[in-house]
């Protein structure tokens, strides 16, 4: 079944907020939950938002103590953003928005779109909020993307091959196409209308929306 960007979070949103810089606004909505990815709870403090849930090794800053806590043992093997998602499941949340997962350091940020892919490739909604970009993952399925005005998208496979890949609504489609991780085929389109639709039969597909 096609998933749509208005209907994904119909039954509650797991926010996960990390520590990277750049987190100007987090929309919580009844239903929803939000996690302090370490330091994410910093960002939350200066938005006035108050965490249902604060994870991490707290190497370096702890959290205020008002904030309830799970504390992380730094030598570990996962990020603690990592954690945060694997938290926000075990609570029933498939639908997950992700701020301050990127613009930090390269290997986390690399780490995050892993994170994405790996989320989509378990059948959860997801997709990561930062700055003038929203980065998704679509995994052998397909995806409604809805058109904001001075925002490109870029269609990139994200597994080493990516097969059966359409792109419908665009200025540049595809049919049935394969695109593959070491040829950028994809980047920089444009959706004509109101909303277009990217489909993958087999393999991963990274969808970066971003202003221009």
Partial sequence: MPISEETANESGVCHIVGAAPGVLSVSICPGDFCIAAD?????LEKLGIIPDLTVGDFDSSMPPQNLEIIRLNPAKDVTDLYAAIQIGKER???????????????GHSAANLQILAGLACDGCSAA???QGVRITALCSGSLTLFSVNGRSVSVLAHSETATGVTLKGMRYPLNNATLDCYFPLGVSNKILDESAEVTVKHGVLLIIQEHT
């Fill in 39 to 43: 330091g994410g709870w910093q960002a």
């Fill in 92 to 106: 029933g949340y498939r639908d997950f928005l992700l701020y301050g997962a990127l613009g930090g350091s390269w």
């Fill in 128 to 130: 990561i909020i930062a």
